[in-house]
């Protein structure tokens, strides 16, 4: 069932526990599962003292008890100790990517690391005055920005549209768009689906 090599690894983990922490993980599962302490120390075949011993880190199981409890709890092994990434919810100035469009006035800021991946992509959008994004032909979805500083001018199709500072816009994608400013701005500017 497990290799000498899968037994030594996972009886280091079951050393240090701590560290993967191991007791959180059973409570976390326990929980989501929708038992008490004292029905999984049933379904076990353990003590319900021991279990709370377990969820609290101060004792460790053997193999064998671990792969009981986690049978009871209708997972395995392999998939308890599996680790996921920590998604990364926050994002600072490290992560950003910046393009600067001289020519026609303007900074795009990707404020979310690849984004593209997601539902909606953000930006920070800087204007320059007299500055301007590239007229985006239509397409798929909606957008949505939020003036930060001075003010804009939203070409849709054959009309205009003004936003200042504090004030937000929102449109479907289906004409020809672009922002302009005569004075500079700064904003947020977000498409869905990602098209930026």
Sequence with gaps: MFSSLSLFILNFFLRKGSMMDIGNKLKQ???LKGLTQEELADRAELSKGYISQLERDLTSPSIATLMDILQCLGTSIGEFFNEEPEEQVVFGKSDYFE??????GCSVTWIIP????NRMEPILLTLEPG?????DTPH???EFGYILS?????????????AKKGESFCYACDRQHFLTSKAG???????APPNF
């Design 29 to 31: 599962l326990r929980i």
């Design 114 to 117: 690849n984004a593209q991946k």
């Design 185 to 191: 701005a700064t904003l947020i500017w977000v498409s």
């Design 140 to 142: 798929e979805g909606e």
């Design 99 to 104: 393009k600067v469009d001289a020519e026609s």
């Design 131 to 135: 500055g301007s994004t590239c007229p």
């Design 150 to 162: 001075g003010s804009v001018s939203i070409h849709l199709g054959g009309r205009v549209h003004r």
